[in-house]
């Protein structure tokens, strides 16, 4: 049996609020968004952390699938309607990739743990091998509807998450500067977060797309709207993801799971009762996709609250910083202020905190746009702008725009410790640290967190 055999008598739509209706006529759609391991997602938030700083930002992975889906369903569409291959080779859309398309794109994040790049850091996974691990198992629900499309097909729609498959439309499609997957979460965390930076004109965008022999081009009429998809990404990236509360918050959460598999692996300075059996294979090193699929935010967030309670100090604290919301405060340094920081860890373990836990330093940088470097580790496809004689040029050599954000980093490095270290009433005895700590920030130029311009509420 093919895709196309199993095409709905009657569309099926999801109601959402980027998109307006997301379309649904294949019967593999619709059983692969009701698998276990799909509806998971519904349990994992798309942005972590960010909804204790943007207390709209409750949406998951799941909803973020089914918009990449809705926009490679309408690339498929718009390719399909104006650019339909000829001959094989052409460079034109040979609709027949779209089942592999289309499901790429539903099961692009399959794979993604709760709090996901935090989980990551601790644990040592990767969302996107795991993710190819669910397409090719034939131990998961998603693997045997993938085979109804033939043995090989699974193996297929795994090729395009690792960008290996042959048609780099269908790569591009999903994983390119200028994706389905960004232009959906984009839009999706612009709504939820209540902001405005992450809007741009998508169906302009869509509209301007066309395939080539070597992936996906743009027309030069639709350059400003490009360019206006760019600039909202770096703002983005500035004002939401790289927000200094939300990677408070992160690091809180990442020393969080740190103590807990420290004292999972000395057991004799846990309690008895410490037995969080989800994440114990985890804490091993060994686990199964079972054990993997078991975890989302929620079952995470009921071990941080019975942690609360906990013997250890450090544990205790963590959970309640993390589940309270008392975030780290934070200051920006940079090459000439590095020096500093052992001083400042020094000052907050003699203030009583480990500087293990309780200090950390974060960088968040992100290249707006980048042109193709072959020897990078991770080269980035161009953006091509096609011209009226049907040659093509890269974005940045026409746009004075994107000329000069391109391969220019944005972002910061930030030192973190306890709010306590600006504050400490009526303890006199560790006054003089606590004077000594702040001195540091105000005559070294660092930025006085109080100071701050950035949203802390």
């Known amino acids: 049996m093919s895709f196309s055999d199993e095409r709905l008598q009657r569309e099926k739509v999801f109601r959402d609020p980027i998109h307006g209706t997301i379309t649904v006529d294949n019967q593999i759609i619709l059983d692969l968004i009701d698998t276990p391991e799909f509806q998971r997602l519904r349990r994992v938030k798309q942005l972590g952390t960010t909804s204790l700083v943007f207390h709209g930002a409750e949406h998951s992975r799941f909803g973020h699938c089914l918009g990449v889906y809705e926009i490679a369903r309408r690339m498929c569409n718009h390719f399909q309607r104006n650019y339909p291959s000829q001959q094989p080779g052409d460079g034109r859309w040979d609709d027949r990739e779209r089942p592999i398309a289309l499901c790429a794109a539903l099961l692009h994040d399959l794979g993604h743990g709760p709090f996901s790049h935090t989980f990551e850091h601790i644990f040592k996974t990767n969302h996107e091998a795991i993710t190819r691990q669910l397409i090719t198992s034939p131990q998961t629900n998603v693997n045997r509807i993938l085979r109804r499309c033939g043995a090989d097909f699974p193996q297929k729609v795994a090729s395009v998450i690792d960008h290996t498959y042959p048609n780099q439309q269908v790569v591009q499609m999903i994983s390119s500067q200028v994706d389905a997957d960004r232009m959906d979460y984009l839009q999706r965390d612009a709504y939820y977060t209540g902001t405005n930076y992450g809007k741009f004109d998508l169906d302009r965008v869509l509209r301007v797309m066309q395939p080539t022999k070597d992936g996906i081009s743009f027309s030069m009429s639709g350059m400003h709207a490009v360019e206006d998809y ?37 057991p004799r300075m846990a309690e008895p009762e410490f037995t969080p059996r989800l994440l114990m294979p985890f804490f091993s090193g060994h686990f199964s996709l079972n054990d993997y699929l078991a975890l989302d935010d929620g079952s995470l967030t009921t071990y941080f609250t019975h942690w609360k309670g906990a013997h250890d100090d450090i544990l205790r604290d963590l959970a309640h910083r993390f589940l309270d919301r008392r975030p780290f405060k934070s200051v920006e340094y940079d090459a000439q202020t590095a020096k500093l920081l052992p001083r400042l860890r020094d000052l907050t373990t003699r203030a009583g905190f480990d500087s ?64 306590e270290m600006l504050s400490q009433e009526g303890d006199e005895l560790f006054q003089p640290l606590y004077d000594e700590f702040q001195s540091y920030l105000k005559n070294n130029h660092l930025v006085d967190p109080r100071k701050e311009k950035h949203h802390d509420n």
């Open 230 to 266: 760019i600039i909202s990404r770096l703002q983005m990236y500035l004002q939401v993801y790289f927000h200094p509360v939300t990677r408070s918050l992160e690091v809180i959460l990442d020393h969080l799971l740190m103590r807990a598999k420290y004292l999972y692996q000395h």
């Open 356 to 419: 293990n836990y309780f200090t950390a330093v974060n960088s968040s940088y992100k290249l707006p746009y980048d042109t193709y470097h072959p020897q990078a580790s991770e080269p980035q496809t161009q953006i091509e702008l096609r011209q009226p004689d049907g040659s093509q040029v890269e974005l940045s050599q026409v746009s004075t725009l994107v000329a000069s954000v391109s391969g220019k980093e944005a972002g910061d490095q930030r030192f973190f410790f306890p709010r």
